[in-house]
């Protein structure tokens, strides 16, 4: 069972550059998460989606973009990085009163 | 939002027990908990939901008392596999499967 599958692991991007954080899960869960992971801090919620098409702001939206066309994908946009997104980013899955799959986490550096 | 978890850190003997609170300020429909350990994603311990309903897992229990808005994570005989950062992700019930996570606890145990 693969779960919740995250590309890259690691990446390092230079300032004003864009990227894509991959995310995609094969349980067929309706509910999807991103946050990131500052170091000793918890997770802050970034974007989340009920359903494909449905995509709605978390607590930490800007500077970040999503879009979910397919149950199984919901990919993050970083549009002209800043060194405050340096961050490790976690996707999660989940259906209601479940609990939250979770990827293995992309760990980014903006230099 | 965000709920209030106390201790920040615990240090143990192995075979000690601990306990970890969370505290929210608002209604909460259930409590999720979950351990992660240093560079790994979070992992999915238990589930709370309302009515007081005590769960358990190995030597892990938890509480949630959703009058006072507040669950406890119970450790007993800890192990060494037990050290890691600990957090609780109320759940509002209304906000269609989000979580908002505490800071975490930092509980180590030695030998």
């Known amino acids: 069972n693969a779960g919740v599958t995250q590309t890259p692991k690691f990446r390092i991007l230079k300032i004003g550059q864009s990227m894509t954080l991959q995310c995609t899960q094969d349980?067929?869960?309706?509910?999807m998460y991103w946050y990131r992971q500052d170091p000793g801090m918890g997770l802050k919620l970034i974007y989340y989606?009920?359903?494909?098409?449905?995509?709605d702001k978390g607590e930490v939206p800007n500077g970040y973009n999503v879009s979910r066309s397919t149950t199984e994908d919901f990919p993050l946009r970083l549009e002209l990085a800043a060194p405050s997104q340096t961050s490790v980013y976690f996707c999660?899955?989940?259906?209601?009163?479940?609990?939250?799959?979770f990827g293995d986490g992309t760990r980014l550096s903006i230099l | 939002q965000q709920p209030v978890q106390s201790p920040q850190a615990v240090i143990l003997r192995e075979g000690e027990d601990a306990v970890i609170n969370c505290s929210s300020s608002?209604?909460?429909?259930?409590v999720h908990w979950y351990r992660q350990k240093h560079g790994e994603a979070p992992v999915f311990l238990m589930i709370?939901?309302?009515?007081?309903e005590q769960k358990g897992h190995d030597k892990i229990s938890a509480s949630f008392n959703e009058k006072k808005q507040q669950s406890s994570l119970y450790l007993t005989a800890s192990q060494l596999s037990y050290s890691g950062t600990y957090f609780c992700?109320?759940?509002?019930?209304?906000?269609?499967?989000?979580?908002?996570f505490g800071r975490g606890t930092q509980l180590t145990v030695w030998p």
């Open positions: 999660a899955s989940t259906d209601r009163n479940q609990p939250q799959h």
């Open positions: 349980m067929n869960h309706n509910y």
């Open positions: 989606s009920v359903g494909a098409g449905i995509t």
């Open positions: 608002k209604a909460l429909y259930s």
């Open positions: 709370l939901l309302k009515g007081g």
């Open positions: 992700g109320p759940h509002r019930g209304s906000t269609l499967g989000r979580l908002y």
